[in-house]
């Protein structure tokens, strides 16, 4: 029941955070380059209708960075990934690659927190 819930709201979730989140973040063109080219080792593992997933969403686009998005429920391959790499198929989840080490951030006050700390809040 709540799996249909949540698909079914999924669309006015959506809505909701394109048309209320408004990018805080303010950097040059050299700053938000270098910002972006941090952000290629981050991917957030997540699903549409995931009201934690939406949250984190949110800061990304409130914080200007460009974290590729991946949604577990609409490809196998993603849910694969984060089962092998994390542990376990919960949402959301960060993949931060530092190197040749790749750690999984879960829960989103701790990904938020992260993304403030290493970013700018």
């Known amino acids: 029941m709540r799996s249909l819930i949540q698909t079914l709201l999924a669309p006015v979730a959506w809505v909701a955070e ?7 973040a303010s950097r040059d063109e050299p700053e938000q380059a270098r910002v972006d080219e941090a ?4 991917a957030l593992y997540q699903f549409w209708s995931c009201p934690y ?7 990304i686009t ?3 960075l460009t974290i590729e998005i991946r949604d577990i429920r609409l490809d196998p391959e993603h849910r694969r990934a984060l089962m092998e ?3 376990k198929a ?3 989840c960060l993949r ?6 790749v750690s999984w951030l879960y829960e989103s006050s701790d990904i938020v927190d992260y993304l ?6």
């Not at 952000?39 to 981050?42: K, P, R, W, Y």
């Not at 931060?96 to 080490?101: A, M, R, S």
């Not at 403030?116 to 809040?121: C, E, H, K, L, T």
């Open 18 to 24: 394109k048309l209320g989140t408004r990018r805080e």
């Open 39 to 42: 952000c290629e080792s981050l």
């Open 53 to 59: 997933c939406v949250r984190v969403r949110r800061e």
């Open 62 to 64: 409130r914080l200007a």
């Open 85 to 87: 790499g994390g542990g």
């Open 90 to 92: 919960q949402v959301p």
């Open 96 to 101: 931060i690659e530092e190197g040749d080490e």
């Open 116 to 121: 403030r700390r290493r970013f700018g809040a």
